[in-house]
Nanobody, 129 residues
Framework: VQLQASGGGLVQAGGSLRLSCAAS????????IGWFRQAPGKEREGVSC????????YYADSAKGRFTISSDNAKNTVYLQMNSLKPEDTAVYYC???????????????????????WGQGTQVTVSS
C-alpha cells in the first residue's frame, strides 16, 4: 500500500495550490481518503475527507469555502484544491486512507488521525504574508 502526496510549495497569501494523493496497493473504491496538516508545535488536524465510493465530502471549518476535495477513481488519485490561502494554512500536509465506514460514522470520525491506517509522506505548504 502506498500513498504519494505532492503539490505543495511556497505561495503568497491569497494564492492557490492543488495537492494530489496518488494511491496504490488497495481497492480505492473501498476507502476514504483524508487530508491532514501539521504545523510546527501543533497537533495534526483533519482538513478534509472524501469517501471514494459515494463521493461524500467533509471539511474542517477552516477549510470550508476555500478548499475542495475531489477524487479521480480512474487514476486512484485524490486532490485538494486550496484557494485563498492564508499564512495560517502553512503546514505539512498528509493524505491518509482508511476502510470506508458507513457515512454516518465517517462523518463523526474523519478528523481522527488515529483512525487512518495508511499515510503518505507529507508535502510542505508555505503561505507567505
Amino acid at each position: 500500500v502506498q500513498l504519494q502526496a505532492s503539490g505543495g510549495g511556497l505561495v503568497q497569501a491569497g494564492g492557490s495550490l492543488r495537492l494530489s494523493c496518488a494511491a496504490s496497493g488497495f481497492s480505492f473504491d473501498d476507502y476514504a481518503i483524508g487530508w491532514f496538516r501539521q504545523a510546527p508545535g501543533k497537533e495534526r488536524e483533519g482538513v478534509s475527507c472524501i469517501s471514494n465510493s459515494d463521493g461524500s465530502t467533509y471539511y474542517a471549518d477552516s477549510a470550508k469555502g476555500r478548499f475542495t476535495i475531489s477524487s479521480d477513481n480512474a487514476k486512484n488519485t485524490v486532490y485538494l484544491q486550496m484557494n485563498s490561502l492564508k499564512p495560517e494554512d502553512t503546514a505539512v500536509y498528509y493524505c491518509a486512507a482508511r476502510i470506508r465506514p458507513p457515512s454516518s460514522l465517517l462523518a463523526k470520525i474523519w478528523t481522527s488521525h488515529e483512525r487512518y491506517r495508511y499515510w503518505g509522506q507529507g508535502t510542505q505548504v508555505t503561505v507567505s504574508s
